[in-house]
């Protein structure tokens, strides 16, 4: 019993020395140092700092519900540390050389997400009106029992007849689109992205009526005195990669 006590005091004392060395060696070397660290700015946030050890650190926080991002991740708070030999603070960079902190932000729901696609379509080496191409788009996704595609249904999201372009790629097209999302639950682009990867997975075929009018090509005649022409609808098929990109729209003066 006398050993363990004298054991357990002996630890005890040990113990006590490294403390109380370690909180010496830092007052002897704040009073032996002519530098010092510099005062932080916490701005808005606020700031926690542990100054009885070397290197001192500190820990930012943003206000409760905001937040920073750094390095594509949002945080609400950041570490930052100072050798009391060199007064030089960890965060302090060409970059950034008054050692400020972060911006804290609020998070809000976008206004809006725009889902941006381009693909080949196969069956016509023509280019159809944008609005007649808008038109066969929507008629074709909304017809489809697809979930992924119920947006248009309930005009949640949208493919406005100006965001629809076409290009000839040799014996095929190349149809561009947009689709917008602007209603609904703004909180994330799932929605856009389900109707995305649906996209990609099946093979899209739009019958379009109206397309621009090419020397030699067939027309049928819908009057029979032949006085009114239209050209007859073009089916075209979708085919190979779909290339695509959701962009968005936190609406003025904010940044993603």
Same mark, same amino acid.
């Given at each position: 019993?006398? !050993?363990?006590?004298?054991?357990? @005091? ?14 010496? *060696? ?10 010092? =660290?510099?005062?932080?700015?916490? !701005? ?13 650190? =500190? ?9 920073? $991002?750094?390095?594509? *991740? ?10 009391? @030999? ?12 008054? @050692? ?6 609020? +998070? ?7 889902? $941006? ?13 944008? *609005? ?10 909304? /017809?489809?029992? /697809? ?9 949640? =999201?949208?493919?406005? *007849? ?7 790629? @040799? ?6 689109? +947009? ?5 609904? /639950? ?6 856009? +992205?389900?109707?995305? /990867?649906?996209? !990609? ?10 397309? #621009? #009018?090419?020397? !030699? ?11 009114? $022409?239209? $050209? ?25």
């Amino acid at each position: 019993s006398s !050993g363990i006590n004298a054991e357990y @005091g002996a630890w005890q004392i040990l113990r006590f020395y490294k403390v109380y060395t370690m909180d010496l *060696a830092v007052v002897l070397l704040r009073l032996f140092s002519a530098t010092v =660290c510099p005062a932080l700015d916490s !701005g808005l946030g606020t700031l926690l700092c542990n100054d009885t050890i070397n290197p001192v650190f =500190c820990v930012f926080s943003c206000p409760a519900q905001q937040y920073f $991002r750094e390095d594509g *991740a949002l945080k609400n708070n950041q570490t930052v540390t100072c050798d009391i @030999g060199t007064a030089q603070w960890s965060h302090v960079s060409a970059h950034n050389p008054l @050692g400020s902190f972060p911006v804290c932000s609020e +998070l809000v729901d976008p206004e809006s997400y725009t889902l $941006r696609t381009s693909q080949v379509y196969t069956g016509s080496n023509t280019c159809p009106e944008n *609005a007649a191409l808008s038109t066969a788009l929507t008629t074709t996704l909304t /017809d489809k029992t /697809d979930t992924a595609y119920n947006c248009l249904d309930t005009a949640v =999201c949208s493919i406005p *007849a100006p965001n629809v372009s076409c290009s000839v790629n @040799g014996t095929s097209i190349i149809i561009s689109f +947009l689709v917008q999302l602007t209603a609904g /639950d703004l909180s994330s682009s799932s929605l856009l +992205l389900s109707f995305r /990867d649906q996209l !990609g997975k099946n093979i899209l075929v739009l019958s379009v009526g109206s397309a #621009r #009018r090419r020397r !030699g090509e067939e027309w049928t005649r819908h009057h029979s005195g032949g006085a009114r $022409r239209t $050209r007859a609808a073009v089916s075209l098929s979708s085919s190979g990669e779909l290339k695509s990109e959701v962009v968005v729209d936190c609406g003025p003066h904010l940044e993603l």
